[in-house]
């Protein structure tokens, strides 16, 4: 028996959300008397780097269209199978997503998506997911001999586990695909809005476009990535990747600064798992402040620049 | 162009929230039902385009008790041509997908599309599960889509970006938002839509192989710390020294 953890390197390179995925697999192996493995199309040099996040056995392959769902299922699959593996793990992303379904299907297994704890052993490996967009929380009960699950970022937190394994690599030349990669293109500079730790968002009250200057002077100030109401990216003020919410994405940053957004129900399930909350409304009565930490009644105009003063002369400290 | 959409039915997005009393059932007590908004702006919305643009038509599916006929009318509404509706309870993605791939099989569309995701269980599993009992390709996100003769190019949203592909039809795919611009219903889609024809067939055996157990509500913030609007700072080092988040 195993535990497959499936691990994407994204331009070569591991994020800190790759280190995370194999601590869990490591410790729901550990806890099966078991041991992961990590599946990585990482080149060795990298992938060695797995061995100190709690990779027993460290395996990378190289091929061209790991964006092609259907290769990539029978890809996972065949490997689980030659490994026996009773659980595989996949991140929580577009890329996991695409997957998760498919592999289960194809190993008639039992599955959930959006994990965010381990395993309860002694409760038919029941795992907690997130619902209704964040509104409230599901606790499963996963049956069959099989497993698969996508694991939610900032679920365990990363620590360093050391083995002392090495990488071997496996053939997948037979592997074809009918789905070719035309480009990839990704936001340069920033990180991206499902993965950034802080976010500054802005909805209505900016009155429009044209005033988006002191939000991306305070995002930038802080490091954080930008986003936006759904009014706001619907007017064509913003792009819609910027759009958060039940229909947007569902984010859960450490810290979520709301300015001028009245706080709907619809905006607050996606946003409302943020550790830290501050709200910036002229309305004291703004929904929002219910789903705060902290909150400032004023004018955004006034007090956005000068929290981003207060912010640079605390960076500059 | 044959295509098929697979549309659900999710409580209205402002539905509060609630449990039985041993929290092992969701309220549904008041509850207003909508068609999961991706399915219906997106998925539904870009499949008329191809249609009224190439010809052909365009089946909606949707896996549930009666009910549900309402929801199904109004994709009916807003443009699809037929719908069927698998007379089974949706008790989890596996069971959806396993009725909707079993009706599709050899009825040879073109494209399957539905929503990225239902906003209630938020999943996004049946498109791969159908994509995958019937072997075909399956595209996730996809925010834009171009259809040259059998060709299609997909824009399909990543972290931080997008990926473009291209492939050949049949295929599966996901819509997300930027695919279609949401269609209000008019009086004649509303007319016509009594008759265009709602066929309902029996589902095949099929036991989910994961269950709910519990629900819980997220933990409630204890209440907001107002401050100062003069005084920035004090909010910084808040921040700082109290939520440790900066
Ligand atoms: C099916 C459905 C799905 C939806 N999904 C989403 C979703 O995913 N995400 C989402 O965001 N919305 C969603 N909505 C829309 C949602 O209901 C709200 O309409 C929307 O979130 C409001 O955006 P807003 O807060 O930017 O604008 P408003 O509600 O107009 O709020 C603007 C706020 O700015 C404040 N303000 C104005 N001027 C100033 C100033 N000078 N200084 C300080 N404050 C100021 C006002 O007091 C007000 O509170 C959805 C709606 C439906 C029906």
């Known amino acids: 028996m195993s535990i497959l953890v499936y691990i994407e390197a994204i331009n070569g390179n591991f994020k800190k959300a790759a280190?995370?995925?194999?601590?869990?697999?490591?410790?729901?192996?550990?806890?099966?008397?078991?041991?992961?493995?990590?599946?990585?199309?990482?080149?060795?040099?990298?992938?060695?780097?797995?061995?100190?996040y709690g990779a027993d056995k460290i395996v990378n392959f190289s091929h061209e269209a790991l964006h092609d769902s259907k290769m990539m299922t029978k890809l996972i699959s065949d490997f689980a199978k030659a490994n026996d593996a009773?659980?595989?793990?996949?991140?929580?992303?577009?890329r996991g997503k695409s997957l998760l379904g498919r592999i289960a299907t194809r190993m008639d297994g039992s599955v959930v998506s959006s994990v965010t704890t381990l395993p309860d052993l002694t409760n038919q490996f029941a795992v907690d997911k997130s619902l209704f967009s964040g509104k409230s929380v599901g606790t499963f009960q996963m049956v069959s001999n099989f497993k698969i699950i996508s694991v939610s970022r900032n679920s365990i937190g990363v620590q360093e586990i050391s083995k002392p394994s090495n990488v071997e690599t496996f053939d997948a030349s037979s592997y074809s695909s009918d789905v070719s990669l035309v480009e990839t293109t990704r936001v340069q500079g920033t990180v991206p809005l499902p993965e950034a730790e802080l976010v500054v968002?802005?909805?209505?009250?900016?009155?429009?476009?044209?005033?988006?200057?002191?939000?991306?002077?305070?995002?930038?100030?802080?490091?954080?990535?930008?986003?936006?109401?759904?009014?706001?990216?619907?007017?064509g003020w913003r792009p819609h990747h910027e759009h958060v919410g039940q229909t947007g994405i569902a984010i859960k940053p450490n810290l979520y600064i709301a300015i001028g957004i009245s706080g709907a129900i619809q905006h607050l399930a996606g946003v409302n798992n943020s550790k830290t909350i501050v709200v910036i409304n002229k309305d004291s009565e703004a929904p929002f402040f219910k789903a705060a930490d902290y909150g400032v009644v004023a004018d955004l105009f006034d007090v956005v620049p000068r929290l981003n003063e207060s912010l640079k002369k605390f960076k500059e400290g | 162009m044959n295509l098929l959409v697979c549309i659900s039915k999710t409580p209205e997005t402002t539905a509060k929230i609630s449990f039985n009393a041993d929290s092992t059932e969701f309220n549904t007590e008041g509850i207003q039902y909508?068609?999961?908004?991706?399915?219906?702006?997106?998925?539904?919305?870009?499949?008329?385009?191809?249609?009224?643009?190439?010809?052909?038509?365009?089946?909606?599916?949707?896996?549930?008790?009666?009910?549900?006929?309402?929801?199904?009318?109004?994709?009916?509404?807003?443009?699809?041509?037929?719908?069927?509706?698998?007379?089974?309870?949706?008790?989890?993605?596996?069971?959806?997908?396993?009725?909707?791939?079993?009706?599709?099989?050899?009825?040879?569309?073109?494209?399957?599309?539905?929503?990225?995701?239902?906003?209630?269980?938020?999943?996004?599993?049946?498109?791969?599960?159908?994509?995958?009992?019937?072997?075909?390709?399956?595209?996730?996100?996809?925010?834009?889509?171009k259809l040259e003769g059998n060709e299609a190019t997909v824009t399909c949203d990543i972290e931080g970006g997008v990926e473009v592909l291209k492939l050949q039809i049949p295929f599966v795919v996901s819509a997300s938002k930027g695919m279609a611009e949401q269609r209000i219903p008019n009086m004649r889609g509303i007319m016509m839509s009594k008759k265009k024809p709602l066929e309902v067939i029996g589902p095949v055996d099929f036991s989910a192989k994961e269950q709910i157990t519990k629900y819980q509500l997220p933990a409630e913030k204890s209440g907001v710390r107002l401050i100062d609007p003069q005084d920035m700072d004090e909010l910084v080092r808040l921040l700082h020294e109290e939520a440790k988040v900066i």
């Not at chain 2, 569309?109 to 539905?114: K, S, T």
């Open chain 1, 19 to 52: 280190y995370e995925l194999c601590n869990y697999g490591c410790k729901l192996a550990e806890s099966m008397s078991t041991q992961c493995i990590a599946l990585t199309n990482a080149d060795s040099s990298v992938a060695q780097k797995l061995s100190n």
């Open chain 1, 86 to 94: 009773s659980v595989v793990i996949l991140a929580d992303n577009s």
């Open chain 1, 201 to 235: 968002s802005a909805g209505r009250g900016m009155k429009g476009p044209e005033n988006w200057g002191i939000i991306e002077e305070l995002a930038e100030t802080l490091g954080a990535t930008t986003a936006c109401s759904r009014p706001v990216s619907d007017s």
């Open chain 2, 34 to 145: 909508i068609m999961n908004p991706y399915d219906e702006w997106y998925a539904l919305v870009r499949a008329i385009e191809l249609q009224e643009a190439m010809g052909g038509k365009v089946v909606v599916i949707n896996v549930g008790p009666a009910e549900n006929d309402i929801v199904i009318r109004k994709a009916l509404a807003i443009g699809a041509d037929e719908a069927i509706r698998i007379d089974g309870e949706a008790k989890s993605a596996s069971y959806v997908a396993k009725q909707i791939a079993e009706y599709a099989k050899d009825k040879s569309f073109d494209m399957i599309l539905l929503g990225k995701e239902s906003i209630d269980y938020n999943g996004s599993l049946v498109g791969a599960m159908i994509a995958e009992y019937l072997d075909l390709p399956f595209l996730s996100y996809a925010s834009k889509m």
